[in-house]
């Protein structure tokens, strides 16, 4: 009997050394749409068998039963992130490109600076333990990257709005400004001439920005908290795997290089049951049910009495029921259909057979959400990559698409009718829907499997592109260019001279 335990404890031992990682995972921003992303991979490593610990603001709830998982937790970060969101998000719908720049290079360097000085994680850095991966979410934190150097580990990359300018350039992954769009914008594709101007310039601005202000500035911080010796130049480009939070169902389709994978969709869960009362809510809406959330950021009482009213009274007016996530408890004038809360649980609601319509921010998890579940959108961005997720919604026939403040009350009232109206919105929605689950293995094993490959290979350096290690005139040509054109031209130069010279020589023999 002592003998059976004995050996089945071996056994799994055994199956754990040949498999299981020591994986540190790092999603330090303090807003539950990223944590969502950061707890799905970090939950979904560890009951794969991995031994997972997850740096960031929030403790997990029910954490995961196999494998081994422990929270390093960023204390302090979600009071002071509720201060912020005080700021009205509304306000920066209107930024110009600069500001908007700035604004990041600024939430960027405080947010770097705040995770790399924190007592918590200063005692994992001084605590000389190493780890196999370390996958840091990519959002304005490139100092945070040498701690893959300094914890011995492989470096991958969690891209939260799939691939972008921000991750692109550390892996050589092709992004030409003529097709592809800047996240910022909401250009429709094919771009028109204006507009591939334009984008030429944003994508040059926002790159120059990075590369002269933000890195420089990045690392600088790295030297000030990191222990010496890290080099923070390399460890940019020493980028083993980037995860894209993305899906040609809801993304643009775009080139990928070897080392980039698409896991998108990956933090959706099987639908729940609803509580009691969302289910006779939803139940009893024989006419169908909308359902309206700005998302977990923007703070809906701040949008302005304007529209506000002119919501109200274009809800008022369906024949559906709706729900509405609002932070009060109540809003002056709300019609009888119209039922509020300050929290919904959405991807359930999405699921239920009478949701009709979802009207959104547009931010990438709800459009993920949405898609998975075949619910036709109304998009009312505000900031960030919501234009560009809205123009592609737009764009593929199963939502349209309202800046916030060109909201009114007769706009809603038309875009409301035809979304609600024509069936042509639910079957594109449908057929993304299609689109998005049609894949050969579930997202959250593809991730798996990609950072165990990664391990197992060490680093695998074989599937980088050379052109990481180009200087910028070489990857472009330039000096390729160069040569040709100077081929090309010396003989005109070379005859001229020649021919100069026999001028001068018959010249003479006349005289
Ligand atoms: C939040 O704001 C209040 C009032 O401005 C301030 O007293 C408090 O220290 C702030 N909290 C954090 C964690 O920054
Ligand atoms: C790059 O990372 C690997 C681990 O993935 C490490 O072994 C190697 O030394 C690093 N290279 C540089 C130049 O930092």
């Not at 330090?28 to 970090?42: K, N, Q, R, T, W």
């Not at 689950?437 to 997202?443: A, N, S, W």
């Not at 991730?447 to 695998?460: C, D, F, L, S």
């Amino acid at each position: 009997m002592i003998r059976v335990i004995f050996i089945s404890a071996v056994i799994v031992n055994l199956s754990c050394l040949a498999q299981c990682y020591k994986i540190l995972t790092v999603f330090p921003m303090a807003a539950p749409s990223h944590y969502i992303l950061g707890e799905a991979i970090a939950r979904g490593l560890a009951e794969a068998g991995h031994d997972v610990t997850m740096v960031s603001p929030f403790e997990m709830k029910n954490p995961p039963k196999n494998g081994k998982f422990r929270d390093i937790l960023l204390t302090g970060f979600i009071e002071e992130h509720k201060n912020h969101t005080v700021m009205n998000l509304f306000q920066m719908e209107h930024m110009n490109m600069i500001t908007h720049n700035l604004a990041l290079n600024f939430l960027g360097s405080t947010s770097t600076r705040k995770t790399l000085d924190h007592p918590n994680l200063q005692k994992l850095i001084n605590s000389g333990e190493k780890f196999d991966a370390v996958i840091i979410e990519q959002f304005l934190n490139e100092g945070l990257k040498p701690l893959a150097e300094h914890f011995n580990a492989h470096l991958i990359l969690f891209s939260t709005i799939g691939p972008n300018i921000w991750v692109d350039g550390f892996v050589g992954n092709p992004s030409p400004p003529s097709y592809i769009p800047d996240w910022t914008v909401a250009y429709p594709i094919p771009m028109n001439l204006y507009q591939r101007a334009w984008n030429l310039i944003i994508k040059t601005v926002s790159y120059a920005n990075l590369h002269l202000l933000f890195y420089p500035d990045q690392k600088r911080i790295a030297e000030e908290f990191l222990p010496k010796g890290l080099n923070f130049n390399n460890a940019l480009y020493n980028v083993s795997l980037v995860l894209c939070n993305s899906h040609e169902s809801t993304n643009q389709a775009v080139p990928m290089v070897p080392n980039m994978v698409q896991i998108g969709g990956f933090h959706i869960k099987t639908p729940k049951k609803l509580p009691q009362e969302f289910q006779d809510f939803m139940d009893s809406a024989k006419e169908g049910v909308v359902y309206f959330s700005l998302g977990s950021n923007i703070v809906p009482s701040m949008m302005g009495e304007e529209k506000k009213t002119a919501i109200l009274k274009a809800f008022g007016k369906l024949k559906q029921k709706v729900l509405w996530k609002w932070n009060e408890d109540t809003i002056h004038g709300k019609p009888d259909n119209v039922k509020l809360a300050k929290w919904f649980p959405q991807q359930d609601l999405l699921a239920h057979p009478n949701m009709k319509l979802f009207v959104t921010h547009g931010g990438l998890l709800s459009t993920l959400e949405t898609i998975y579940h075949g619910i036709p959108v109304l998009s009312l961005p505000v900031f960030a990559d919501q234009r560009m997720n809205a123009a592609r919604a737009q764009e593929a026939g199963y939502g349209l698409f309202m800046p916030f403040s060109e909201i009114t009350e007769q706009r809603l009232d038309e875009a409301l009718k035809k979304l609600l109206n024509d069936p042509k919105y639910r079957e594109n929605a449908e057929r993304r829907s299609s689109y998005f689950r049609d894949r050969p293995i579930k997202p959250m094993d593809l991730a798996t499997y990609w950072v165990e490959y990664v391990i197992r290979h060490k680093g695998a350096e074989h599937l980088r592109i050379a052109g990481t290690k180009l200087p910028w005139y070489q990857y472009y040509s330039v000096d390729s260019i160069a040569l040709i054109l100077l081929v090309l031209i010396s003989p005109y130069f070379l005859l001229k001279f020649v021919l100069s010279l026999r001028k001068k020589t018959t010249k003479s023999k006349k005289e």
